[in-house]
Nanobody
Framework: QVQLVESGGGLVQAGDSLRLSCSAS????????MGWFRQAPGKEREFVAA????????YYSDSVKGRFTISRDNAKNTVYLQMNSLKPEDTAVYYC????????????????????WGQGTQVTVSS
């Protein structure tokens, strides 16, 4: 029903910036709360950021707060993740995801609450 495609990943040096994009198919993008997660080899999937339907409210993990910014353009069916001051520990596959249900904000960090997922884009940060 919904396809999500991430782009913008790559190999950068510590301190550099990257801007990830996630393009969604369909006509119901504005009805989805969107999130970004990441997963490094041998580690569990980790919440990064989330954004409300309108884009007014955003949420971040403590590890990226102040460095990353999530945003969305509903007219373009796209959600973004601006990543500044990148660190080697940010290295991971980054996934965007769409939440179709209505849940409390306290559940936004849980991957189980997101129905649709992209295939991910690799971000590698060298020291």
């Amino acid at each position: 029903q919904v396809q999500l495609v991430e782009s913008g990943g790559g190999l950068v040096q510590a301190g550099d910036s990257l801007r990830l994009s996630c393009s969604a198919s369909g006509r119901t993008f504005s009805s989805y709360r969107m999130g970004w997660f990441r997963q490094a080899p041998g580690k569990e999937r980790e919440f990064v950021a989330a954004i409300s339907r309108s884009g007014i409210t955003t949420y971040y993990s403590d590890s990226v707060k102040g460095r990353f910014t999530i945003s969305r353009d509903n007219a373009k069916n796209t959600v973004y993740l601006q990543m500044n001051s990148l660190k080697p520990e940010d290295t991971a596959v980054y996934y965007c995801a769409a939440m179709t249900g209505d849940v409390s904000v306290i559940y936004y960090y849980k991957y189980e609450e997101y129905r649709y997922w992209g295939q991910g884009t690799q971000v590698t940060v060298s020291s």
